[in-house]
């Protein structure tokens, strides 16, 4: 068990809606990164928040967006779904910010999005 | 561009064997270079993390060896298990902290008994 809780665990949904994932770090960790993964691809970072703030962003689509709140838990918001955004979505922590890179990234089982 | 390749794509092998997974990697500037075990349908779990300077790493029966030269790195699994059955992803970090780390597509490996 790395620590780090997403929810929810499954979603089936269809084109065009809006969906919800949830994420809640570790104890401690200020850092929170948002990686999609479809299928047999490798992980494609989406975004980065730190104690709240925006860090980083990577090949996250305008229909996306996360935030984190104050209390260190995240959330990522998925609209005007495709089918192409069928994908585990991740969720992973880590006590440092990005400039310091070596931090150990612990990540969640991962919420399974299926846009029918 | 910053890549990461691993190969091969995919290999299986017998309980009790050793295997080797290959990484090259073209990112710069380096930081440091991260194998993760993938179970399916789970989140990766860290193996290894090593910088620059580091050759060799290991952690119980995974060793994983790191050329900054030629920019590559293998991850040796030893004395295979059938909980060894994972997806094995290389991970480049570049240096300075752009945001990104980069992801190899990983190499399922299949332990069968």
């Known amino acids: 068990d790395s620590g780090v809780t997403q929810t929810p665990k499954h979603l089936i949904t269809a084109t065009g809606q809006r969906v919800t994932l949830r994420c809640s770090p570790r104890?401690?960790?200020?850092?929170v990164y948002w990686y999609q993964q479809s299928l047999d691809q490798g992980l494609q970072f989406l975004i980065q928040?730190?104690?709240?703030?925006?860090?980083a962003k990577g090949n996250i689509l305008e229909r996306f967006s996360a935030q984190q709140f104050p209390d260190l838990h995240s959330e990522l918001n998925l609209s005007s779904l495709e089918l192409g955004d069928s994908a585990l979505y991740f969720c992973?922590?880590?006590?440092?910010?990005?400039?310091?890179?070596?931090?150990?990234?612990?990540f969640g089982e991962g919420s399974r999005l299926t846009v029918l | 561009k910053n890549q990461v390749e691993q190969s091969p794509q995919s290999l299986i092998i017998l309980e009790g064997k050793n295997c080797t997974l290959q990484?090259?990697?073209?990112?710069?500037?380096?930081?440091?270079l991260r194998w993760y075990k993938q179970d399916t349908g789970r989140g990766p779990v860290s193996l290894t993390i090593?910088?620059?300077?580091?050759n060799t790493k290991s952690n119980g029966r995974y060793t994983a060896t790191l050329d900054a030269d030629t920019k590559q790195s293998s991850l040796h699994i030893t004395a295979s298990q059938l909980s060894d059955s994972a997806s094995y992803i290389c991970?480049?970090?570049?240096?300075?902290?752009?945001?990104?780390?980069?992801f190899g597509k990983g190499t399922k490996l299949s332990v069968k008994p």
């Open positions: 992973a922590s880590s006590v440092l910010s990005w400039g310091a890179n070596t931090g150990e990234l612990f």
């Open positions: 104890s401690g960790d200020l850092s």
């Open positions: 928040y730190y104690n709240g703030e925006e860090r």
């Open positions: 990484c090259n990697y073209t990112v710069s500037p380096f930081s440091n």
């Open positions: 090593m910088t620059f300077s580091e």
């Open positions: 991970v480049v970090s570049l240096l300075g902290g752009q945001g990104n780390l980069i």
